[in-house]
């Protein structure tokens, strides 16, 4: 079963627009993973917060952390069209759990 | 670096063949791990090594085998292949010291079972 459950499953918006996507998940963490996935690729990590945490910031990324409503949210801000990919968060400090991901589209 | 290493990048089998994949890192991470990656979906954790010399079974091993073959190659290894095993298998490692979050992947192998 999946940890992360990511809403939406898809996302269409045109360049320079902001692009927020949503995780949830089940059971206590220790820390929130961003992870991007280019088509056809690996993933690559984009960013943690760790449980202590309510908001994080890299460059045009934010990342919020409820984890009273088991929930964290990726804002990327001013998109461009090779932020083109899908989105998934994971949790787990040993063996981790990712979510099932949102398709981002970023028309220029 | 060259990071995280598959081979193959592709393969068809027939139903019942056998085949391993290969992945090895360069990055001296003690970690290793092999997850699927069906349509549409999140990766799902097949099998772990925390340390040469170990390995765990994850969310769904039943048809496959690892060996962790020393700290750098751990290899996925299918005995006798079902269409249902048909996905995209993505090996990782996990990072060090301030790293130690963040998992690392190679580019995949893409697996038919006809």
């Known amino acids: 079963s999946q940890q992360g459950e990511e809403d939406p499953q898809a996302l269409s918006i045109q360049e320079g627009e902001n692009a927020t996507m949503n995780c949830s998940y089940k059971?206590?963490?220790?820390?929130l993973q961003w992870y991007r996935q280019n088509s056809g690729r690996g993933l690559v990590h984009l960013i943690l917060i760790r449980s202590n945490e309510r908001e994080k910031h890299s460059g045009r990324l934010r990342v919020t952390l409820d984890t009273s409503k088991k929930s964290s949210s990726l804002l990327i801000t001013a998109s461009r069209a090779a932020d083109t990919a899908s989105y998934f968060c994971?949790?787990?400090?040993?063996?981790?759990?990712f979510g099932t991901g949102t398709r981002l589209k970023v028309l220029a | 670096n060259a990071g995280v290493t598959q081979t193959p990048k592709f393969q068809v089998l027939k139903t019942g063949q056998s085949m391993t994949l290969q992945c090895a890192q360069d990055?001296?991470?003690?970690?290793m791990y092999w997850y699927r990656q069906d349509p549409g979906m999140g990766l799902r954790l097949i099998y772990y090594?925390?340390?040469?010399?170990?390995?765990d079974k994850g969310e769904v091993p039943n048809g496959y085998n690892v060996s962790r073959l020393n700290k750098r190659e751990f290899s996925l290894r299918l005995e006798s292949a079902a269409p249902s095993q048909t996905s995209v298998y993505f090996c990782?490692?996990?990072?060090?010291?301030?790293?130690?979050?963040?998992?690392?992947f190679g580019p995949g192998t893409r697996l038919t079972v006809l």
């Open positions: 090594s925390a340390s040469e010399g170990t390995t």
């Open positions: 990782a490692s996990r990072g060090l010291g301030g790293r130690r979050n963040e998992q690392f």
């Open positions: 994971a949790t787990g400090a040993y063996k981790y759990i």
């Open positions: 990055m001296n991470h003690n970690s």
């Open positions: 059971t206590s963490i220790n820390n």
